[in-house]
């Protein structure tokens, strides 16, 4: 589902939350960056976004988030990463 106009890409795990979406769509830069990143990189996004139990920090996480988007950078800062998606091991 990736294209321009006011479409968004998806992650892997998680459902894009509408407060994300709504951001997102309002900011072509911050949409390029999103739809030119891996469907985890989004995942990681949507995860980081909707982590938080404060609606405040929530918000802020949104925030931050379509600006370093549209900065383009590509993951959350210092974020290990979505825990709920299933760690492989190369052996």
């Known amino acids: 589902m990736m294209s321009g106009g006011g479409r968004l890409a998806a992650g892997v795990v998680h459902e894009m939350p509408d407060d994300l979406h709504a951001a997102l769509i309002a ?8 739809n030119g990143i891996t469907p985890l990189a989004r995942n990681e996004w949507i995860c980081w976004v909707t982590s938080p139990k404060k609606a405040e920090t929530r918000e802020k996480r949104i925030h ?14 210092c974020w290990p990463g979505c825990p709920h998606r299933e760690k492989t091991r190369a052996v």
């Open 64 to 77: 931050w988030g379509v600006e370093s988007l549209s900065e383009g950078k590509r993951r959350p800062c």
């Open 27 to 34: 900011s072509e830069a911050a949409r390029d960056t999103w």
